[in-house]
Protein backbone atom coordinates (compact mmCIF):
# COMPACT_ATOMS: atom_id res chain seq x y z
CA UNK A 1 0.00 0.00 0.00
CA UNK A 2 2.95 2.41 1.00
CA UNK A 3 4.62 2.13 -2.34
CA UNK A 4 2.69 4.42 -4.67
CA UNK A 5 0.82 6.63 -2.51
CA UNK A 6 4.05 9.16 -1.51
CA UNK A 7 5.10 9.68 -5.57
CA UNK A 8 1.18 10.55 -6.15
CA UNK A 9 1.34 12.60 -3.57
CA UNK A 10 4.41 15.04 -4.86
CA UNK A 11 3.07 14.32 -8.44
CA UNK A 12 -0.43 15.64 -7.15
CA UNK A 13 1.62 18.97 -5.38
CA UNK A 14 3.62 19.35 -8.45
CA UNK A 15 0.62 19.47 -10.94
CA UNK A 16 -1.25 21.76 -8.57
CA UNK A 17 1.56 24.44 -7.89
CA UNK A 18 1.01 26.22 -10.86
CA UNK A 19 -2.63 27.63 -9.10
CA UNK A 20 -1.23 28.38 -5.93
CA UNK A 21 -1.88 31.93 -4.54
CA UNK A 22 -1.13 34.42 -2.00
CA UNK A 23 -3.72 35.03 0.45
CA UNK A 24 -4.16 38.37 2.31
CA UNK A 25 -0.88 38.37 4.50
CA UNK A 26 -2.03 39.29 8.59
CA UNK A 27 0.04 39.89 11.28
CA UNK A 28 -0.44 39.55 14.83
CA UNK A 29 1.59 40.98 17.52
CA UNK A 30 2.14 39.13 21.07
CA UNK A 31 2.76 40.66 24.19
CA UNK A 32 6.04 40.25 24.99
CA UNK A 33 6.63 41.62 21.60
CA UNK A 34 7.34 39.27 18.75
CA UNK A 35 5.75 40.08 15.57
CA UNK A 36 4.32 37.51 13.37
CA UNK A 37 3.42 38.16 9.80
CA UNK A 38 1.76 35.25 7.92
CA UNK A 39 0.56 34.91 4.33
CA UNK A 40 -1.54 32.20 3.52
CA UNK A 41 -1.07 29.96 0.43
CA UNK A 42 -4.02 29.31 -1.33
CA UNK A 43 -5.36 26.39 -3.67
CA UNK A 44 -9.08 26.56 -5.19
CA UNK A 45 -10.33 29.11 -1.94
CA UNK A 46 -8.60 27.19 0.69
CA UNK A 47 -5.71 27.04 2.83
CA UNK A 48 -3.31 24.49 1.89
CA UNK A 49 -0.27 26.37 4.55
CA UNK A 50 0.70 29.50 6.65
CA UNK A 51 3.98 31.68 5.65
CA UNK A 52 5.80 33.17 7.67
CA UNK A 53 7.71 36.41 6.39
CA UNK A 54 9.91 38.57 8.57
CA UNK A 55 9.65 42.55 7.82
CA UNK A 56 13.09 43.69 9.19
CA UNK A 57 15.05 41.18 7.36
CA UNK A 58 12.20 41.43 4.31
CA UNK A 59 12.29 37.87 3.69
CA UNK A 60 10.45 34.54 3.82
CA UNK A 61 11.04 32.50 6.79
CA UNK A 62 11.92 28.15 7.35
CA UNK A 63 8.84 26.70 9.10
CA UNK A 64 9.85 26.39 12.64
CA UNK A 65 10.61 30.49 12.95
CA UNK A 66 7.45 32.02 13.77
CA UNK A 67 8.02 36.04 14.20
CA UNK A 68 10.51 38.48 14.88
CA UNK A 69 11.45 40.95 17.80
CA UNK A 70 10.34 44.21 17.16
CA UNK A 71 6.81 44.90 19.12
CA UNK A 72 3.49 46.19 17.94
CA UNK A 73 4.46 49.36 16.43
CA UNK A 74 6.71 48.23 14.34
CA UNK A 75 5.80 49.78 10.35
CA UNK A 76 5.09 46.34 8.36
CA UNK A 77 3.35 47.15 4.71
CA UNK A 78 1.36 44.12 3.95
CA UNK A 79 0.64 44.95 0.55
CA UNK A 80 4.12 45.21 -0.69
CA UNK A 81 4.77 41.80 1.71
CA UNK A 82 1.84 39.74 -0.54
CA UNK A 83 3.84 41.66 -3.96
CA UNK A 84 7.41 40.08 -2.35
CA UNK A 85 5.57 36.47 -1.98
CA UNK A 86 4.33 36.52 -4.91
CA UNK A 87 6.90 36.82 -7.05
CA UNK A 88 8.61 34.31 -4.99
CA UNK A 89 6.05 32.02 -5.48
CA UNK A 90 7.49 31.03 -8.82
CA UNK A 91 10.31 29.74 -7.64
CA UNK A 92 8.74 27.45 -5.06
CA UNK A 93 9.94 23.52 -5.38
CA UNK A 94 8.24 20.70 -4.77
CA UNK A 95 10.82 18.24 -2.51
CA UNK A 96 10.59 14.92 -3.47
CA UNK A 97 9.93 13.26 -0.15
CA UNK A 98 7.31 13.09 1.98
CA UNK A 99 5.81 12.30 5.79
CA UNK A 100 2.46 10.97 7.06
CA UNK A 101 0.65 12.30 9.89
CA UNK A 102 -1.04 9.68 11.30
CA UNK A 103 -3.80 12.04 13.38
CA UNK A 104 -4.70 14.14 9.64
CA UNK A 105 -4.76 10.71 7.91
CA UNK A 106 -2.59 12.44 5.43
CA UNK A 107 0.75 12.56 3.40
CA UNK A 108 2.71 15.64 3.89
CA UNK A 109 4.96 17.16 0.94
CA UNK A 110 7.26 20.17 2.19
CA UNK A 111 8.04 22.82 -0.29
CA UNK A 112 10.95 25.04 -0.17
CA UNK A 113 12.16 27.92 -1.33
CA UNK A 114 16.25 28.98 -1.62
CA UNK A 115 16.86 25.60 0.33
CA UNK A 116 14.16 26.76 3.17
CA UNK A 117 11.42 24.70 3.88
CA UNK A 118 8.16 27.65 4.03
CA UNK A 119 5.39 25.10 3.40
CA UNK A 120 4.01 21.84 3.74
CA UNK A 121 0.84 20.77 1.56
CA UNK A 122 -1.17 17.84 3.02
CA UNK A 123 -2.64 15.43 0.80
CA UNK A 124 -5.01 12.55 1.23
CA UNK A 125 -3.55 9.50 1.95
CA UNK A 126 -5.01 7.77 -1.21
CA UNK A 127 -2.48 10.20 -2.90
CA UNK A 128 -5.24 11.97 -4.84
CA UNK A 129 -6.65 15.05 -3.45
CA UNK A 130 -4.90 18.12 -1.27
CA UNK A 131 -6.55 18.62 1.80
CA UNK A 132 -7.18 22.35 3.53
CA UNK A 133 -5.49 23.28 6.60
CA UNK A 134 -8.05 23.80 8.90
CA UNK A 135 -6.38 25.25 11.38
CA UNK A 136 -5.00 27.80 9.20
CA UNK A 137 -8.19 28.92 7.53
CA UNK A 138 -9.29 29.30 10.78
CA UNK A 139 -6.55 31.82 11.86
CA UNK A 140 -6.34 33.54 8.52
CA UNK A 141 -10.38 34.37 9.00
CA UNK A 142 -10.31 35.45 12.42
CA UNK A 143 -7.39 38.09 11.30
CA UNK A 144 -7.91 39.23 7.99
Known amino acids: MWEKEPTLAIE ?41 FDPIAWSVLPKGIPGVMGGSELLIDLQKIKEEVENSLKDLMVLEGVEFREPEDAWVVPCAFKKL ?28
Open 12 to 52: LVKKAKGDFFIGNPFKRAHPHGRVEVKIPLMYNGFVLDLIH
Open 117 to 144: IIAHIRVSADGRALVPDYHATSEMRMNV
